[in-house]
T-cell receptor
Framework: GENVEQHPSTLSVQEGDSAVIKCTYS??????FPWYKQELGKGPQLIID?????GEKKDQRIAVTLNKTAKHFSLHITETQPEDSAVYFC???????????FGTGTRLLVSP | DSGVTQTPKHLITATGQRVTLRCSPR?????VYWYQQSLDQGLQFLIH???????AKGNILERFSAQQFPDLHSELNLSSLELGDSALYFC?????????????FGPGTRLTVT
């Protein structure tokens, strides 16, 4: 079955810096790649997603890139702010029943 | 606010007991997914229902069961509880099962088994 690896497990940046989180997946049939932000005590919040027919997607300070050949995708956050501090999860989903297989999470800390 | 509601928010119970977790999907969503989040296993898919029918099972124990009712709310039943079942349980909903529709998560139920 699908396996998703996520790096790094923790990431500390200064406010205004960029942050990059990387994920690799194993199942070449996967075609949907969402990213979730989870704050303490809350459920995962969908922040951006990308489908396999697109190489890059951007939404304000957040962008996601997908390399299908290498089977990896990345989350880029520019001009980080303290409120970006949270745990970020990548996930992959294939055709059929759309269960999400999650990475292990990245704890992002943005220091003022 | 995702529009997905879950009750209760917290649940504390003893080993061997049975509990029921409830989820109401976003208005109009037909699919409900259940996930378990624990420190050692991360976020794991448990089961998926679409319009009242079970569509996929993941790493769900035989002691666990779920159903989706005609009004589309779903319940996750956990029985013969063990200490290791302590975790956060999330449900997520999406519009339909095909073509990779976005899943929106509820706030979760924190289960503590003592």
């Amino acid at each position: 079955g699908e396996n998703v690896e996520q790096h790094p497990s923790t990431l500390s940046v200064q406010e205004g810096d960029s942050a990059v989180i990387k994920c690799t997946y194993s199942d070449s049939a996967s075609n949907y790649f969402p990213w979730y932000k989870q704050e303490l005590g809350k459920g995962p919040q969908l922040i951006i997603d990308i489908r396999s027919n697109v190489g890059e997607k951007k939404d304000q300070r957040i962008a996601v890139t997908l390399n299908k050949t290498a089977k990896h995708f990345s989350l880029h956050i520019t001009e980080t702010q303290p409120e970006d501090s949270a745990v970020y999860f990548c996930a992959a989903s294939g055709t059929g029943f759309q269960k999400l297989v999650f990475g292990t999470g990245t704890r992002l800390l943005v220091s003022p | 606010d995702s529009g997905v509601t879950q009750t209760p928010k917290h649940l504390i119970t003893a080993t061997g007991q049975r509990v029921t977790l409830r989820c109401s999907p976003r208005s109009g969503d037909l699919s409900v997914y259940w996930y378990q989040q624990s420190l050692d296993q991360g976020l794991q898919f448990l089961i998926h229902y679409y319009n009242g029918e079970e569509r996929a099972k993941g790493n769900i124990l035989e002691r666990f069961s779920a159903q989706q009712f005609p009004d589309l709310h779903s319940e996750l039943n956990l029985s013969s509880l063990e200490l290791g079942d302590s975790a956060l349980y999330f449900c997520a909903s999406s519009l339909r099962q095909g073509d990779s529709y976005e899943q929106y998560f509820g706030p979760g139920t924190r289960l503590t088994v003592t």
